[in-house]
């Protein structure tokens, strides 16, 4: 698997969550996305970072045309070295894209080994992709504005904005075209505003499949994370993909191998049910559940029992009920064998004997046994 280089240096030196938020894409998280790009064609990026999901997909498709969309001023210039050192052709935006402002605009054409870098002044046209990717910050706090963007589905709560940039990269979807968005758990259950966001994305047949990713796969976050992978052409209802368990133990962060990354990628194109692992769930299911797509609740990861034999059960208690029987009997008996007990000793012996015999009244018995029955112990 390939290591994005500047993204490492980046976050190991000038990463800043505590402000930003910034927890930079693994390399097997970007490569489970770059998988479900098919076709060469336009992407967008949406808060790209140092641009780690691109690269993985310049990786198959050289020629692709690329949009990215970065806040951070320290960011920026990492995104245009590992976008023009592979010689890509793609325009970056320097944006904030909650609050929509914009500092600038970078422009990168092919060369003959690099790409070249120009600043533009103009206001960049509204466009649409065939492929949406995005790791945003996650749970970033944002001042809730109506617009084109949310108008179908709802505002995102001003304490969570993760929903926000889901729905800004949907509007920048084309038709037949896919959205893959990286985001944390709280997504899939929090109510409120996400709660009205989730139920019209899944009313309006957009929710493919939802990937429950192990943690610790981050290197300054044990945050773990969920994949939303959203279609404009999805009419087959949700697949729900458990890969938590999927991981190699590392000393600080856990690893997905290539043969954890390649599980996730059969089960997305195949969109089977796998015990323990994916359960493809009808709308009507999601509805029932009002809506809350917390994983567990669609995939069990606990191996199924065998069904219990009844019969063989009861057969086995009683045969266990008799022999403890028979044991007190026989012990009993080898009591009355002897003597010089006291008159409270004598008394609470035939006591137990009268407790035996009345559990085994109604039981058939022979003539020793009910002889046996006949007698009080005689101590005196």
Same mark, same amino acid.
């Given at each position: $698997?390939?290591?994005?280089?500047?993204?490492?240096?980046?976050?190991?030196?000038? %990463?800043?969550?505590?402000? /930003?938020?910034?927890?930079?894409?693994?390399?097997?998280?970007?490569?489970?996305?770059?998988?479900? $790009?098919?076709?060469?064609?336009?992407?967008?990026?949406?808060?790209?970072?140092?641009?780690?999901?691109?690269?993985?997909?310049?990786?198959?498709?050289?020629?692709?045309?690329?949009?990215?969309?970065?806040?951070?001023?320290?960011?920026?210039?990492?995104?245009?070295?590992?976008?023009?050192?592979?010689?890509?052709?793609?325009?970056?935006?320097?944006?904030?894209?909650?609050?929509? =402002?914009?500092?600038?605009?970078?422009?990168?054409?092919?060369?003959?080994? /690099?790409?070249?870098?120009?600043?533009?002044?103009?206001?960049? =046209?509204?466009?649409?992709?065939?492929?949406?990717?995005?790791?945003?910050?996650?749970?970033?706090? +944002?001042?809730?504005?109506?617009?084109?963007?949310?108008?179908?589905?709802?505002?995102?709560?001003?304490? !969570?904005?993760?929903?926000?940039?889901?729905?800004?990269?949907?509007?920048?979807?084309?038709?037949?075209?896919?959205?893959?968005?990286?985001?944390?758990? %709280?997504?899939? /259950?929090?109510?409120?505003?996400?709660?009205?966001?989730?139920?019209?994305?899944?009313?309006?047949?957009?929710?493919? !499949?939802?990937?429950?990713?192990?943690?610790?796969?981050?290197?300054?976050?044990?945050?773990?994370?969920?994949?939303?992978?959203?279609?404009?052409?999805?009419?087959?209802?949700?697949?729900?993909?458990?890969?938590?368990?999927? !991981?190699?133990?590392?000393?600080?962060?856990?690893? $997905?191998?290539?043969?954890?990354?390649?599980?996730?990628?059969?089960?997305?194109?195949?969109?089977?049910?796998?015990?323990?692992?994916?359960?493809?769930?009808?709308?009507? =299911?999601?509805?029932?559940?009002?809506?809350?797509?917390?994983?567990?609740? !669609?995939?069990?990861?606990?191996?199924?029992?065998?069904?219990?034999?009844?019969?063989?059960?009861?057969?086995?208690?009683?045969?266990?009920?008799?022999?403890?029987?028979?044991?007190?009997?026989?012990?009993?008996?080898?009591?009355?064998?002897?003597?010089?007990?006291?008159?409270?000793?004598? $008394?609470?012996?035939?006591? +137990?004997?009268?407790?035996?015999?009345?559990?085994?009244?109604?039981?058939?018995?022979?003539?020793?046994?009910?002889?046996?029955?006949?007698?009080?112990?005689?101590?005196?």
């Amino acid at each position: $698997m390939k290591t994005d280089f500047l993204r490492d240096l980046f976050q190991s030196e000038h %990463g800043d969550r505590d402000k /930003f938020k910034q927890d930079f894409t693994p390399d097997s998280i970007a490569q489970i996305i770059a998988s479900q $790009m098919t076709d060469s064609g336009s992407v967008a990026d949406i808060c790209s970072g140092t641009g780690t999901l691109l690269v993985q997909i310049l990786n198959k498709f050289p020629d692709a045309f690329l949009h990215a969309e970065e806040l951070s001023d320290r960011a920026i210039p990492f995104l245009l070295t590992n976008l023009a050192i592979r010689n890509a052709d793609a325009e970056v935006l320097h944006l904030n894209v909650l609050t929509k =402002e914009l500092k600038a605009v970078y422009l990168l054409s092919k060369g003959e080994r /690099f790409s070249t870098i120009t600043v533009s002044s103009d206001e960049p =046209e509204f466009r649409t992709f065939d492929f949406v990717v995005m790791n945003p910050p996650y749970s970033v706090k +944002w001042t809730p504005v109506e617009s084109e963007e949310n108008k179908d589905f709802g505002l995102a709560p001003k304490s !969570y904005a993760d929903f926000q940039f889901v729905l800004h990269g949907l509007h920048h979807l084309r038709d037949a075209a896919k959205l893959i968005a990286v985001l944390p758990h %709280g997504v899939l /259950f929090r109510g409120n505003g996400e709660k009205t966001v989730r139920e019209n994305l899944i009313r309006a047949g957009l929710l493919e !499949y939802v990937v429950g990713l192990p943690d610790k796969l981050f290197l300054n976050t044990s945050i773990p994370v969920c994949l939303l992978g959203l279609s404009k052409q999805n009419n087959s209802g949700t697949l729900f993909i458990d890969a938590s368990q999927s !991981y190699k133990k590392r000393s600080k962060q856990n690893e $997905m191998l290539d043969e954890h990354v390649q599980l996730v990628i059969d089960a997305i194109r195949c969109r089977n049910s796998i015990q323990g692992f994916s359960k493809l769930v009808s709308t009507n =299911e999601l509805e029932e559940n009002d809506f809350n797509l917390n994983i567990p609740r !669609y995939v069990d990861r606990l191996e199924k029992e065998e069904p219990v034999d009844f019969a063989n059960s009861v057969r086995e208690l009683v045969q266990i009920d008799n022999e403890i029987k028979q044991t007190e009997k026989e012990l009993l008996r080898q009591i009355k064998e002897l003597t010089g007990f006291s008159y409270d000793e004598a $008394m609470e012996i035939n006591k +137990w004997e009268r407790q035996l015999l009345g559990r085994s009244r109604n039981a058939p018995r022979s003539k020793e046994q009910k002889k046996d029955n006949s007698t009080q112990l005689e101590l005196f």
